[in-house]
């Protein structure tokens, strides 16, 4: 009996161990719109489900071209403003909590 309870609690260790780094993950945020980038969130900014994270200049004026849809932390920028963004552009990485 003892050396199946040493056997559950390191099997129930090792579960919570690989779990872990499930937790965090990155996610990968593209453009739904074409355009000239006009604004872009920061890197280590704190960012929520909805937030605006890349706004273009398109036909109809600045517009959201990438909104968060979790919460986390922003991770990397791969745009600037004023730089040419086509639909589907991979613009900024949050690693979510």
Do not use: C, H, W
Request: charged residues 15%; aromatic residues 2%.
């Amino acid at each position: 009996m003892k050396k199946f309870r040493k056997l559950a609690a390191v099997l129930t260790a090792l579960g919570i161990l690989t779990a872990i780094p499930v937790l965090a993950a990155d996610v990968q945020y593209t453009t739904v719109l074409s355009g000239s980038v006009v604004s872009v969130v920061p890197v280590g900014a704190p960012v929520k489900e909805g937030d605006v994270l890349v706004t273009v200049n398109s036909l109809a004026g600045p517009m959201p071209a990438a909104r968060a849809s979790s919460t986390g932390v922003v991770k990397a920028v791969t745009v600037s403003p004023g730089v040419q963004v086509q639909k589907g552009t991979v613009v900024v990485v949050v690693e979510t909590k």
